[in-house]
């Protein structure tokens, strides 16, 4: 079974396929001539994770709160995602 999410991507990329668009993502830019850069490499005020001592003050800090536990050092970066801490996505 397909859920809501999953059915909606693939209605977007039938519609892309159709309307012969198929070259066509979404990269948050609205020109495809801007560089794509991480937001803790843009030199914003907004707190961020650019080096593994970050990433790993950061376990420690959000690590009694977090449930359930990321896994691995993706799944702790998406959790700081989450709560608006910019990272090298």
């Not at 059915?7 to 993502?25: D, G, K």
């Not at 830019?29 to 650019?50: E, M, Q």
Request: charge should be positive; charged fraction near 20%.
């Amino acid at each position: 079974m397909i859920t809501n999410g999953l059915l909606t991507i693939e209605r977007y990329l039938e519609w892309l396929r159709l309307n012969e668009r198929a070259a066509a993502i979404y990269r948050g830019h609205p020109d495809t001539g801007w560089t794509l850069t991480p937001a803790a490499f843009r030199g914003s005020s907004v707190p961020s994770i650019k080096t593994v001592a970050q990433l790993r003050r950061w376990r420690s800090a959000a690590g009694r709160f977090a449930n359930p536990m990321p896994r691995n050092n993706v799944e702790w970066l998406v959790l700081a995602q989450h709560y608006g801490i910019a990272t090298p996505f």
